[in-house]
Each structure stands twice: as C-alpha cells, then as structure tokens.
C-alpha cells in the first residue's frame, strides 16, 4: 500500500537487531561500530493477530495468511547529519519515504557495547534525532520559500503559501516540529506537507530498547522517554532486543513459554508491529476458506467495493454487494453457515464502511 515504519536511532543503539527480530530474518548485519547499515533493509512483516488462529479452528484451511506491514532500518543518523554529518542527507532521504517513525532509544548500560556520544542518556539521544528532522525540514521550506517568495511577486494568489510557510519557518526555527504547528488543518499547509513529506510531522512511536533485569520493571532512563514521550503526544513500548533475537526461530508455544520464564506476558516487538499497524491508519478483515484464512489489508474508511479490490480489481469494477458475518459473531456461532442461520450475516451494499475483523464474501460481476 506505499506505506512503511522507518527504525531510526543514533548508531549502534539496537536497530538492526530489532529488525533482524522482526523480520525474522538475519538480513541486517549487527555490529559493534556505527555505519553498519548504509542501504536501508526492507522487509515485509507480518501483524500478529489471535483472530486467524480462532478462525482456522473453525474452517481447518490449508494455510493461514496475516496482514503485512513494510519495516526500513535506516542507518544509524549522528549530530549534524542535516548538513551531511554521517551519511546522512541519505539516511534523511530515506525517513521521507515512511509514514511512521520507530524511534529506538537505548534504555540501558552496557561497557561492551559502545555509544557514539559516549554515554548513556535517551532523552539526550531523542533530541539529536528529533532535532536533525527539524533541520532537514528547515533545509527543505527554505527552498520552497524562495521559490513562494518569487511566485508571489508575479502572482497575488500565491501569497498565502507564502504566509503560511513564513508561519511554518518561524514556528521551525524555534526548534519545535511541525507536529505541533497550529495550522496544520489549513489546506495550503496539507498541500506542503503532501509536497515536502515534512520529517518532523510524521507519527513517532519510540521502542525503549531494555537489558532483561528492566523488562518487568522500568527503569528511570525509560521512565524518562514516557514522560517525554506524554508531553509529545507520543508512545513508548518497551523491549529487549537481545531477547526479541532469541525468540527467532522458536515456536509459538516455546517463544510464550520463553517469556513467561521472564515474567513478561507479550513480545515488546508484537506490540510494536500492532501498534505501527494502527498508526499507519490500517484495519484488516478476513476470508475463511478451506483453502486459506486470511487477513486483507485496508485503510480504516474504506467502503465495501474498495475492499474488495485488494483481492482483486475485478471485484470492485463488478460489485453487487458484500456478505458479511462480524468475527465475534462467526466464532460464537461456530462458522458461516451456524452464522447464517442464526441470522448473523448481514448483505451490504456499496456504501457499507467495512469494519476491523469483518469475515467478508464478495458477490460481483464482471
């Protein structure tokens, strides 16, 4: 769907570690030095969700599909790296690209592993890399001004851009990002920010990477990033990188079992996947088959016919209407058809809103 979570962080703060546990994959090279990552991975993830699992119970398919999220690493940014510092007017570039920030914060002391300002202070650390993204989108409103500045002399109507993004640079220059900008529903502002892809203005959830001693009890450098985190409007999950890579490869009934030993009662990295999933402004509803479950991916909003057309464009062009069984009602009754005779499937017709878990059968004709 065009849209991704970027993990950003200063260098060697657990990022591609993360990623290495999300993907579950070891595609990201893990080192001890900065710059490990220059190209930024991708990968496909998965979202976890409890509700395929119930479904499959019920139909017993041949196989089970999730809903997908893309993940970035994008190299590790450094002080200055707006002017180029690092890599990174790349590194920069490639934020632009995602529509949700995964900012990793380093929560914990370790003598083995080096910290490139030399010591161990989040909130420090959240500001190097918030305040770079201030300084990209100066560098990028900057040039638009210039241009503004010498369309309005020829064109009156201009003006406003002009205004407006004479607002914005101030506002910027102060060192707060556009998130917090007061005239972000204007829409000459929506037009700049659909332009410019303002770094500063996209969602941020901030992952408080933790050693194991601090995931049933946080400790006072995470206690920090929430409160940072409340004042910004933000949320914080907490994990263990370490552990999330020591999960990889176990079952599902092993990785639970891991974790209880822990005293923890979900993976850090599954509520963050969850969390982005809901951030990037996604729902999934579901087909139940003896061939597959599966969860489709949709932008909450989207009507019936819209839906239709992630499975194929041909069930959107021909649409006659939408059979469909809400996922609460379709496990209580035992199936589709238990659903149907206990009057539990609705048919819905092209203005229908479909609703997060909705068990969907489309009727079309092309």
Not at 72 to 83: E, M, T, W, Y
Not at 115 to 139: C, K, M, T, Y
Not at 304 to 318: L, R
Request: proline share 3%.
């Amino acid at each position: 769907m065009g849209l991704g979570v970027g993990i950003v962080g200063l260098p060697n703060i657990g990022k591609s570690t993360t990623f290495n546990a999300l993907t579950k994959a070891q595609n990201a090279e893990s080192a001890n030095y900065p710059f490990c990552t220059i190209e930024p991975n991708k990968a496909i993830v998965p979202v976890p969700d409890k509700r395929l699992a119930e479904l499959a119970k019920i139909v017993n398919p041949e196989r089970i599909q999730h809903s997908t999220i893309d993940f970035v690493d994008i190299a590790g940014l450094v002080k200055g790296a707006s002017k180029g510092e690092g890599l990174g007017n790349q590194f920069l570039s490639n934020i632009r690209e995602v529509e949700v920030i995964l900012h990793m914060v380093r929560c914990f002391e370790d003598e083995n592993i080096t910290h490139v300002e030399g010591s161990i202070n989040p909130l420090r650390d959240i500001e190097i890399i918030e305040s770079e993204l201030i300084f990209a989108d100066i560098q990028q409103l900057e040039k638009k001004l210039d241009k503004l500045t010498r369309t309005a002399k020829a064109d009156k109507s201009a003006k406003g851009a002009l205004d407006l993004a004479s607002e914005l640079k101030a506002h910027l220059d102060e060192l707060k990002p556009v998130s917090t900008f007061t005239k972000k529903d204007d829409p000459i502002f929506e037009a700049l920010d659909k332009e410019l892809r303002f770094l500063s203005n996209k969602e941020i959830i901030y992952g408080a990477n933790v050693d194991e001693e601090s995931l049933t009890e946080e400790n006072e450098y995470v206690k920090a990033v929430k409160e940072h985190a409340q004042n910004v409007g933000a949320e914080v999950i907490m994990l263990c990188a370490k552990i999330e890579e020591e999960l990889v490869g176990l079952s599902d009934e092993e990785a639970n079992e891991f974790l209880s030993e822990l005293g923890v009662s979900e993976s850090g990295l599954h509520k963050i996947i969850r969390l982005a999933f809901d951030k990037l402004g996604l729902i999934s509803y579901f087909t139940a088959g003896v061939k597959e479950v599966r969860a489709w991916t949709i932008h909450k909003g989207w009507k019936a016919p819209k839906a239709a057309s992630v499975i194929h464009n041909d069930f959107e062009k021909g649409f006659i209407r939408a059979e469909v069984i809400a996922y609460e009602d379709y496990i209580a009754c035992g199936g589709e058809t238990k659903s149907k005779e206990a009057g539990k499937m609705r048919l819905e017709g092209k203005d229908y809103v479909v609703a997060d878990g909705d068990v969907m059968h489309f009727r079309f004709n092309v």
